[in-house]
């Protein structure tokens, strides 16, 4: 039975949650599987990885061939490189503690460049943050201002009907003085008419 390391696809549409799987490679996909080494997260960043690496590496070594997204999997997660240190403490050419101690020293380092890498996305976020803030406040800047000339604009138009309205009213007050003599001398005029 030809045994494949594969990703077996769940989540919804638009957001893959894979579990990586050993299982038959005439079988489905998302069908049955032999067992269930861990889980490939690709929504976060950096994805998310949980894998059995000691299980990871049995199968390898019982004739497993992963498929080349799960290939890439375990050589982050150092399995290719376990397997490649068990085939020489296997052979003799290292003891099984120096395969350890180049494992850990490996995974370390590894461990230091995704810390060193979250902390860039980090810092990143946090100036992009303070661009878009600053950003904003130029242009809340630039709306007071705008919004404070659309004001005193509207005061001196304002300023400028209220003196237009108060030469109009005195150019008519006279023609209003001259019309009110006629205006009484007309109701006299009436008022002997009726006598």
Do not use: C
Request: aromatic share 4%.
């Amino acid at each position: 039975m030809p045994v494949k390391i594969r990703l077996q696809r769940h989540g919804r549409k638009g957001k893959p949650f894979y579990w990586i799987v050993a299982a038959d490679s005439r079988a489905k996909r998302d069908g049955k599987f032999l067992e269930k080494l861990g889980t490939y997260n690709p929504n976060t960043n950096p994805a998310q990885i949980d894998l059995d690496v000691d299980g990871s590496v049995k199968w390898l070594q019982n004739g497993a061939q992963p498929s080349d997204t799960a290939r890439r999997i375990l050589s982050y997660k150092g399995v290719l490189l376990k397997k490649h240190l068990l085939g020489g403490v296997a052979k003799g050419a290292l003891t099984q503690e120096q395969a350890d101690a180049k494992f850990a020293a490996w995974l370390e380092e590894k461990t230091g460049k995704v810390t060193a890498k979250v902390e860039g996305l980090e810092k990143e976020r946090e100036e992009a943050r303070a661009k878009a803030l600053e950003a904003e406040r130029e242009i809340n800047e630039k709306r007071q201002a705008a919004a404070t000339a659309v004001e005193e604009v509207a005061e001196e138009a304002t300023e400028e009907v209220a003196e237009e309205t108060a030469a109009t009213e005195a150019e008519a007050a006279p023609e209003v003085e001259a019309a009110a003599p006629e205006a009484e001398e007309s109701s006299e005029e009436n008022k002997e008419a009726a006598e």
